[in-house]
């Protein structure tokens, strides 16, 4: 980047944070470098001060501390205090200004909600909660899901956090929520909506060390874990899970004949020595492949 | 407007939780097609998949011809409703209808245009300055469906629209949905778990389960003609009351043996149970509870489908009652007249209409037919 250009930026985001419009050459200035500084400090000073949402990001990213919070918040017109609860709406696509412009209009108290872009692929929303007992976290998360999805055509996912007292706590929040859309993608994709006290098995698995879980696995399927059954077997099985160990129904289901699913059960009994049809061994068989997902996302880091 | 076909569509997550399987549909231009069934059967599933909304796993969908599958939700000219809709509250009517257009960069007249003809269809032209708060519930949901409408799109795929409303409102906005189709002669995929709402909505109704499709059908065919038990249970309140029913076939005579009773099968009914080779077998005998009578010349008409019993319950809803009593050990509802002098307690006699009853197979439960 040359020096003008790296100027060009600096001013961009001057005027981004402050509404000054400066102009400025590389060439007439004397020493680029300490011009480039004193405007980055510039815009850096101006947003620590006066802009909102660089305060309750960094608030997000654990950066300022709680008398400190205390001391900065009313600046901005916030009650540190107050029952509230974080929402994470997070997409695979790039969630372009449309989402927030979509969001503000939803919650348009600016003062009672707090919608903070993270990252291209994140947005926070920070929510009062109402009066004890009528907080209804889930309502909301569907009404953020639904309403994207027929404004913006888009499909995201939701995750919300506990309930918090005090802005210094969003943070904790903000992790409790992430983690959540990282273990919905790997265990509970066909949810739009997860809120973090309902992580389930999928939060107790993601919490182990990943060797723990070879371990595990290759108690269960010996050496080669993840070849040790097609993708064919594993629906077969999902199915059969499903359907809560009921060959008939299941068999019925993926229009095959009783006994064919049975030898495909016995063929899994061989492979694996569990035989699914005894509740024991079918939750073994539900825990392994539930760890083995995991370990898939992991490989592939896909629950990002 | 638009057709569809959805050839083969499958849905699998990629933690192997099996949404939708080998979902197959012709949906024609102008079609009121109902999804329904019990909650996670798959429907919402399905109608994400059309939108774009969920990645199809396998399968191919079209509309109009053109394949679908990688198209992006935006640019397959659909519109969507869903059941948890949220006015923008500080907007007037009309700007929560221009909102969607707006981020799409519509030009102002064009979005005047289209709003106001939405406004126009739904009744709300004087309502156009009101905020959300001003409204009623049925106004609101009105808006919401214009968001949808301003859109002038090809399909319309509603997800239980009418479910956070409560049942007077649901009535309501179901008859104007109703005359909306009418008006706009619109393709429309409508998914409810609700059976009365799929009845007398839909053109066409598809009953899911788990995942699978299991009837595709007119109401009234679905309600007459179920192909199976679970279609016959779901479609119909109260529900189809199920008996088990041993058959013995003597020559052409042929009779079910339902604990205590034995009930005579009419000609018409024979013949599948015949070619089924069911004698000797125990088969699920099907009734619809207005199928039951307890009026004094239907006992005399009819004196080989008589069960007794003592009523349990007695219920009665103004122009019909119904009463629940115990045959051979299995509930049963019938739904009479109110005139009918049984109450509480009272032992009633009751006679099948047998012409009306179904068979379905004990293991496959399939619908037992000739």
């Known amino acids: 980047m040359t020096d003008q250009e790296k100027l060009q930026k600096a001013l961009d985001d001057l005027r981004s944070a402050t509404g000054l419009d400066l102009h400025l050459n590389a060439e007439d200035s004397r020493d680029p470098e300490q011009t480039l500084s004193q405007l980055r400090q510039l815009s850096s000073a101006y947003k620590e001060k006066y802009n909102r949402d660089f305060f309750l990001q960094s608030i997000l990213g654990e950066a300022v501390s709680r008398p400190e919070i205390d001391a900065r918040a009313s600046r901005f017109h916030i009650d540190a205090h107050g029952e509230r609860r974080l929402f994470l709406i997070a997409s695979r696509n790039v969630m372009d200004e449309n989402f ?91 949810y739009a909506v997860i809120p973090y006290n309902r992580l389930g098995i999928g939060g107790l698995i993601y919490r182990l060390p990943p060797a723990l879980c070879e371990n595990f696995l290759r108690e269960v399927f010996g050496v080669n874990p993840f070849d040790a059954l097609d993708e064919e077997l594993l629906t077969t099985v999902s199915r059969f899970f499903q359907n809560n160990l009921n060959i008939a129904e299941t068999a019925r289901q993926l229009h095959m004949h009783r006994n064919t699913l049975i030898y495909r059960i016995e063929h899994i009994q061989k492979m694996t020595g569990l035989d699914i049809r005894i509740f024991e061994d079918a939750l073994t068989f539900k825990l392994a492949t539930m760890v083995i997902n995991y370990l898939h996302a992991k490989k592939e880091n896909s629950y990002e | 407007m638009a057709s569809l076909s959805l050839k083969g569509i499958e849905k699998v997550y990629p933690n192997g939780f099996v ?221 189809m009351n199920f008996l088990d029913a041993a058959v013995t076939i003597k020559g052409q005579d042929v009779s079910l043996q339902v604990g205590s009773y034995t009930l005579k099968v009419p000609a018409s009914k024979k013949k599948a149970l015949i070619n089924g080779g069911y004698d000797g077998k125990t088969v699920v005998l099907g009734i619809r509870p207005e199928h039951i009578h307890d009026e004094e010349s239907f006992l005399v008409q009819s004196p080989d489908s008589i069960v007794e019993s003592t009523i349990k319950v007695y219920e009665l809803l103004g122009a019909e009652v119904y009463l629940y009593f115990d045959v051979e050990g299995t509930q049963v509802t019938a739904r009479v007249n109110p005139r009918t002098p049984l109450r509480n307690g009272d032992k009633g006699r009751f006679a099948l209409d047998m012409e009306k009853i179904h068979f379905f197979d004990k293991e496959t439960e399939l619908t037992i037919t000739d």
């Not at chain 2, 996670?40 to 109608?47: D, E, I, N, R, V």
């Not at chain 2, 049925?138 to 808006?143: D, I, L, S, T």
């Not at chain 2, 429309?188 to 299991?214: C, F, N, P, S």
């Open chain 1, 100 to 190: 927030i412009e979509l969001l503000k209009n939803l919650f348009p108290s600016s003062h009672k909600y707090f919608i903070v872009r993270m990252d291209g692929q994140r947005i926070v929303l920070i929510s009062p909660c109402k009066a004890p007992g009528t907080d209804d976290a889930e309502l909301t998360a569907r009404t953020v899901v639904d309403t994207i999805s027929s404004e913006l055509m888009t499909s995201v996912q939701v995750a919300y956090s506990n309930l918090f007292s005090h802005l210094s706590d969003s943070a904790e929040a903000y992790s409790q929520t992430r983690l959540a859309i990282q273990i919905g993608r790997v265990f509970y994709p066909e």
């Open chain 2, 19 to 239: 949404a939708v399987k080998d979902f197959n549909l012709d949906i024609d231009d102008k079609e009121f097609i109902i999804f329904v069934g019990p909650s996670g059967c798959g429907k919402s599933t399905t109608l994400r998949m059309v939108a774009g909304l969920e990645e199809i796993s396998g399968g191919t969908l079209e509309i109009d011809g053109k394949t679908m599958n990688n198209v992006e939700p935006k640019d397959r000219d659909i519109a969507m409703v869903f059941q948890n809709y949220a006015l923008y509250p500080h907007m007037t009517v009309y700007d929560n209808m221009a909102f969607g257009l707006k981020l799409r960069k519509v030009p102002k007249d064009e979005i005047d245009k289209m709003v106001r003809e939405a406004a126009r269809i739904l009744d709300l032209d004087k309502l156009l300055d009101r905020k959300p708060k001003a409204l009623s519930g049925g106004q609101r949901q009105r808006v919401a469906m214009g968001r949808a409408i301003v859109r002038n799109p090809k399909v319309f795929l509603m997800d239980e629209p009418l479910s956070n409303l409560d049942a007077k409102l649901r009535v309501q906005m179901r008859i104007e949905i109703s005359k909306l189709h009418e008006r706009l002669g619109a393709t429309i995929i409508y998914v409810t778990h609700d059976q009365t709402e799929a009845m007398t909505l839909g053109t066409r109704i598809v009953v899911m389960k788990d995942g699978l499709v299991q009837q595709v059908d007119s109401p009234q065919n679905l309600y007459n003609n179920p192909c199976n038990l679970f279609v016959a249970g779901f479609i119909g309140s109260p529900q």
